[in-house]
């Protein structure tokens, strides 16, 4: 079927304001993840969901920042009071696990998210 | 905290020219993986290599590991234009299987 999508793929917002950041991962893939890009570097994991279990927060810079899960379908990524440093590109990824190792990981398009 | 250091951070070649692109990683790893991130676009897995895998190819793709020296090396044969892109090695974050971390990327640039 269809990749990961994203939406918006660009999201300009004031500083102060709240955003909302959309991922819809490839159907059938019980496992998601959020990513952080900023400009030049490498990629930050922020957050993982698999099924049912309790997603693992560990790279969420701040509490600005949480994620939700429906299910095994679209995530939300909510940044609150946004910050100029919240400015960067936001990678979804989902992947079905198989057991045995590291999952391929299937990355959609990004949000580019620019704060003013 | 980033684990996998790509080198050089930028290389130009002409295309039909050879690309060798490095990692290198600080801590034990069970895998390594390659990415490829054209400019606008999202990262596209290219090769997982294994820690009890020293070589792997995928089409113009070969992919070397080296864990005593905690590094690899993506090559790249007969370059095209369209190779035109950031690669990134990922390594797992302690120990995770699911959480990767990826250093700053090779930006190579195929000259047509």
């Known amino acids: 079927g269809a990749g990961v999508s994203q939406s918006p793929s660009n999201k300009v917002t004031e500083k102060g304001k709240d955003v909302e950041l959309r991922c819809d991962p490839i159907?059938?893939?019980?496992?998601l993840y959020w990513y952080r890009q900023r400009l030049g570097q490498g990629l930050e994991f922020l957050i993982y969901f698999q099924g049912n279990s309790a997603p693992d927060k560990s790279g969420l810079p701040s509490d600005r920042f949480s994620a939700e899960r429906t299910g095994e379908s679209v995530s939300t990524l909510t940044i609150q009071r946004t910050q100029q440093e919240d400015s960067a590109v936001y990678l979804c990824a989902s992947s079905q696990p198989g057991g045995g190792g590291t999952d391929t990981q299937y990355f959609g398009p990004g949000t580019r998210l620019t704060v003013l | 905290s980033q684990q996998g250091e790509e080198d050089p951070q930028a290389l130009s070649i002409q295309e039909g020219e050879n690309a060798t692109m490095n990692c290198s990683y600080k801590?034990?790893?069970?895998?390594l993986q390659w990415y490829r991130q054209n400019s606008g676009r999202g990262l596209v897995h290219l090769i997982l290599?294994?820690?009890?895998?020293r070589e792997k190819h995928s089409g113009r793709l070969r992919v070397t590991l080296d864990t005593s020296k905690k590094s690899s090396s993506l090559l790249i044969t007969a370059s095209r234009a369209a190779d035109t892109a950031s690669y990134f090695c990922?390594?797992?974050?302690?120990?995770?299987?699911?959480?990767?971390?990826f250093g700053k990327g090779t930006l190579l640039t195929v000259n047509p």
């Open positions: 801590t034990s790893i069970n895998n």
């Open positions: 159907s059938g893939h019980t496992a």
């Open positions: 290599i294994r820690s009890n895998e």
């Open positions: 990922a390594t797992p974050l302690g120990g995770s299987n699911y959480k990767l971390t």
